[in-house]
């Protein structure tokens, strides 16, 4: 995909996000959105997938560590074509195969069960130490967030990862500053990230803005031909991105938007894929 096509289908999972948690009248729409860009770059660029086999032995793994962030995933998953994007309406909904949390029983696509912060990372660790073991090409990718880091068994799994020289994992962390109780740097501060994951031997790149496509493809090609450790992008990016009244606003962590809400923010995504269309 080029660039604009990935902006394109950014803005069709971000209207996902939104009519996902509005259905549902819950979820977690502000970490969804803060991560769309890079939902999208792992799914439809990055990683060897296939919705028509996802269970084929030698497909990449993705574990959504921050597993709250669920919307985002299914989203994306729906857009590559896992599972009918009409689904989507049936968030935490009972029978629904999409749950408030990622279910790897129930879902196609979905690699790891999570939910409970700091594990997921663990699996991810587990499962590109059996890719070294077995001698398998897969690459494994995991996606936090940054009050997740906040966790210490991230790093354990992370000290782990780096004395075992996993070059096949790529731990992503979504920076957007925030967390449920306010900004990270207040509640409990992770800083200064990069460092500490150094610290624990992985090779790390900083991504000042994990919204841009462009940034991300290097971070990704960059971490690619990293060879004898793991790699740490830490993407710097706006909780809430592209719903204006969401953006930078801690509230929406956790809360579903009422149907003025919903209205407001299918509107603007509208705007925004038309303009894009416009290129």
């Not at 060897?48 to 709250?68: I, M, Q």
């Not at 130490?129 to 090409?137: R, T, Y």
């Not at 990293?226 to 956790?254: C, D, R």
């Amino acid at each position: 995909m080029n660039k604009l096509e990935l902006q394109k289908t950014a803005n069709e999972i971000r209207k996902g996000i939104v009519t996902a948690v509005h259905s549902a009248k819950a979820g977690h729409p502000g970490g969804s959105l803060s991560a769309t860009e890079i939902f999208t770059y792992l799914y439809f660029e990055e990683m060897n997938v296939d919705p028509k086999d996802p269970k084929k032995a030698d497909r990449d793994r993705f574990v959504l560590s921050k597993g709250h962030t669920a919307p985002g995933l299914y989203s994306a998953l729906a857009q590559r074509g896992y599972f009918p994007v009409e689904d989507l309406k049936t968030l935490r909904k009972i029978g629904s195969h999409l749950q408030g949390h990622p279910c790897m029983q129930h879902t196609p696509g979905i690699d790891m069960s999570s939910g409970s912060l700091g594990q997921g990372i663990s699996a991810a660790v587990g499962m590109a130490l059996s890719a070294k073991i077995s001698g398998d090409s897969y690459r494994t990718y995991t996606l936090l967030g940054d009050g997740e880091i906040q966790e210490g068994q991230v790093w354990e799994a992370a000290m782990f990862a780096g004395a075992k020289k996993l070059d096949n994992l790529v731990v992503i962390v979504d920076n957007n500053g925030l967390q449920i109780d306010g900004p990270v740097a207040e509640v409990n501060t992770p800083y200064p990230i990069d460092k500490k994951f150094e610290a624990f031997n992985f090779h790390v790149i900083n991504v000042e803005d994990g919204n841009d496509f462009d940034q991300l493809k290097a971070a990704f090609d960059e971490a690619k031909a990293t060879k004898g450790m793991p790699t740490a992008i830490i993407a710097k990016t706006v909780k809430g991105k592209g719903v204006s009244y969401m953006e930078g606003q801690v509230g929406w962590h956790g809360k579903a938007p009422n149907d003025e809400e919903y209205a407001i923010a299918m509107a603007e995504l509208e705007k925004a894929g038309e303009a894009l269309c416009q290129k």
